[in-house]
């Protein structure tokens, strides 16, 4: 399927990786590297295999590999999480520009982003909301799962 943005620019033309692609390449990676735990850590791995991970930590701190079902459901979430991250960056760059000590003079056109930018972050996050968890307080209706 074709995929245009706002602007009309053909996306598939362009070689970037649809979102599916994204996750499908992190979802094999993962259940690649949970085959291979057993390996030494490499000096960039930052998480010991889990392996050595004691069963003692709850299940969401254990390295399991990821499913595509799942990683979906907490995509939007992600990413939402993403865009606040820059939004925070981004009003960094604004106030320097206002104040005069911008490390670049293109710091004004920058900060003219951030409306735009905190729209998207609030866009993602009420059409992609994470999912439901399960919760040993539970939301108060007796169904033991809670919103984030």
Same mark, same amino acid.
Request: glycine share 6%; proline share 8%; charged share 15%.
């Given at each position: &399927?074709?995929?245009?943005?706002?602007? !009309? *620019?053909? /996306?598939?033309?362009?070689?970037?990786?649809t @979102?599916?692609?994204? /996750?499908? &390449?992190?979802? #094999?990676? =993962?259940?690649?590297?949970?085959?291979?735990? &057993? *390996?030494?850590?490499?000096?960039?791995?930052?998480?010991?295999?889990?392996?050595? +991970?004691?069963?003692?930590?709850? &299940?969401?701190?254990? /390295?399991r590999?990821? #499913?595509?079902?799942?990683?979906?459901?907490?995509? !939007?979430?992600?990413?939402?999480?993403?865009?606040?991250?820059?939004?925070?960056?981004v009003? !960094?760059?604004?106030? @320097?520009?206002? =104040? !005069?000590?911008? =490390?670049?003079?293109?710091?004004? @056109? +920058?900060?003219? /982003?951030?409306?735009? *930018? +905190?729209?998207?972050? @609030?866009?993602?996050?009420?059409?992609?909301?994470?999912?439901?968890?399960?919760?040993?307080?539970?939301?108060?209706?007796?169904?033991?799962?809670?919103?984030?």
């Open positions: &399927t074709s995929c245009h943005v706002h602007t !009309g *620019m053909n /996306l598939n033309e362009t070689g970037i990786p @979102r599916n692609q994204i /996750l499908e &390449t992190y979802c #094999n990676y =993962s259940h690649h590297y949970h085959q291979n735990e &057993t *390996m030494k850590p490499q000096k960039h791995q930052q998480h010991p295999p889990s392996s050595v +991970v004691p069963q003692s930590l709850p &299940t969401v701190l254990r /390295l590999p990821a #499913n595509l079902e799942e990683a979906n459901a907490w995509a !939007g979430f992600y990413l939402s999480f993403l865009f606040f991250k820059n939004c925070v960056i009003h !960094g760059v604004a106030q @320097r520009a206002s =104040s !005069g000590v911008a =490390s670049s003079a293109m710091a004004h @056109r +920058v900060a003219e /982003l951030l409306p735009e *930018m +905190v729209r998207l972050a @609030r866009m993602i996050w009420e059409e992609y909301p994470p999912p439901a968890v399960a919760s040993s307080a539970g939301g108060g209706d007796g169904s033991g799962y809670s919103r984030l």
